[in-house]
């Protein structure tokens, strides 16, 4: 996870993006929301990040509810479509370097895979 936090920052470096990592907080607060965040049993970090720019368009990085070290992205458009498009393929190009990327399909959420580990 912290290798995964490391390339986050670094593109938003390179981009010139803003970098946010909010895992600490948000633990904080779910379990007064009532979450359980039983998934973090084995030690795995809760994960909440994300590299946005301006106008809102980025990626958001987060593994509530998903199993030890999976993680789930989000993209967002902002005002330009087709850059959107280009930062977000980047994005997932970068990853594939080190870690397997399933592309979720259209109208369905991320669902817990038994084959992430550390």
């Not at 779910?30 to 994960?47: F, N, Q, T, V, W």
């Not at 593994?63 to 999976?70: A, H, K, S």
Request: contains cysteine.
């Amino acid at each position: 996870m912290t290798e995964l936090l490391g390339r986050l920052r670094s593109v938003a470096v390179e981009q010139h993006m803003e970098f946010f990592e909010n895992g600490t907080q948000v633990a904080q607060e779910l379990p007064k929301l009532g979450y359980a965040g039983r998934e973090r049993e084995d030690g795995s970090p809760l994960i909440n990040a994300s590299v946005m720019q301006a106008d809102g368009m980025g990626v958001t990085v987060g593994n509530i509810g998903l199993p030890g070290y999976q993680v789930s992205l989000g993209f967002s458009e902002g005002s330009n479509f087709g850059d959107a498009r280009k930062f977000a393929d980047m994005m997932v190009g970068r990853l594939r370097e080190r870690w397997v990327v399933d592309v979720v399909p259209e109208g369905h959420g991320a669902i817990p895979l038994a084959r992430c580990r550390k």
